[in-house]
């Protein structure tokens, strides 16, 4: 009994400090992201609460875009932070924050995904 209090205790302090680490992070900065296949960059900015800047500059154009974020926790995995951007009629940014690497994931509603190895934007 006293090992499952325990580890709920140290899911709920892992939930806590995950959300604390990107919190901290995300009232000041955002992602800068590179796409797997090295010909664009992405940065995703916040600007307010639930607001953020998305843009990519890649060999071929050059594009940029207001989007709404929320962020969370997997439901199964509460270390792996998720933001979630969507802008341009239901473009899906997601980037993953595991701890070790930072992964994000471009979808446009009528194109393929773009993989983007990212790090913290610093300013």
């Known amino acids: 009994m006293a090992l499952f209090f325990w580890e709920e205790n ?3 302090l892992t939930l806590i400090l995950t959300f604390t ?19 664009a960059v992405l940065t995703a900015e916040f600007l307010e609460n639930d607001k953020a800047k998305i843009t990519e500059i890649s ?3 050059a594009w940029s875009y207001e989007a709404s974020f929320k962020r969370s926790t997997l439901p199964h995995n509460d270390s792996i932070a998720k ?7 239901y473009a899906v940014l997601m ?6 690497q930072i992964l994000g994931l471009l979808q446009f509603p009528q194109g393929f995904p773009s993989i983007y190895n990212c790090q913290y934007l610093e300013q």
């Open 59 to 61: 060999e071929e154009e």
């Open 83 to 89: 933001t979630r951007f969507i802008f341009d009629e």
């Open 95 to 100: 980037v993953y924050e595991t701890g070790i």
């Open 10 to 12: 140290m899911k709920n």
């Open 21 to 39: 680490f990107s919190s901290a992070l995300m009232a000041f900065d955002g992602f800068e992201c590179k796409r797997n296949d090295g010909k």
